[in-house]
């Protein structure tokens, strides 16, 4: 047996209710995932700042470090008794130097693993973008729907309503 249609709407609407939950519930977690992507950019790029202060900072530490040994250089031409101590000392500043260079180019392969994630995650948080405008379209078109079933159902109120006060009169005029 058929439902009357007071029940049917309520359930109509009781499931696009349900629906229209369901989609603003995936919403959000599309933007809670835009913004955890948002903070991942933000720290990505923190890092980067650190690592090209780091560079600089090391690059500057370079620099003394050549400058004091050619200083040395110049003093152990003069002190042969000294020649064998400073001779021990370039060796340990060149390994300094070396240790420094290989770290520069492994944070510069940090920054360029930075960078490709980054456009990574640019090209991520697009795609969300976009995603997030089409799901806000269908929950418009939704509440579209929900609004004309809602004046469906006061039509049919109204209608039923009509039908219900004529019923009498139609009793009345049989009797």
Do not use: C, F
Request: net charge negative; charged share 35%; hydrophobic share 35%.
């Amino acid at each position: 047996m058929s439902q009357p249609p007071s029940d049917r709407l309520e359930a109509i609407s009781s499931e696009l209710a349900d629906i229209l939950e369901h989609r603003i519930q995936e919403l959000m977690d599309i933007m809670r995932v835009t913004e955890a992507t948002t903070r991942q950019i933000v720290s990505t790029e923190l890092e980067i700042a650190r690592g090209r202060a780091t560079r600089e900072a090391l690059g500057a530490e370079l620099s003394t470090l050549d400058a004091e040994v050619q200083e040395l250089r110049k003093r152990s031409s003069g002190a042969n008794a000294s020649y064998a101590a400073l001779v021990e000392e370039r060796r340990g500043l060149r390994d300094s130097v070396t240790a420094k260079e290989r770290e520069v180019r492994e944070l510069t392969t940090q920054v360029e693993d930075l960078r490709r994630s980054q456009v990574n995650l640019e090209a991520e948080g697009e795609s969300l973008r976009r995603e997030n405008a089409e799901l806000g379209t269908r929950v418009r078109a939704l509440e579209e729907n929900v609004k004309r079933l809602r004046t469906l159902k006061d039509e049919l109120m109204t209608n039923l309503s009509g039908l219900s006060q004529q019923m009498p009169e139609l009793r009345i005029g049989t009797k």
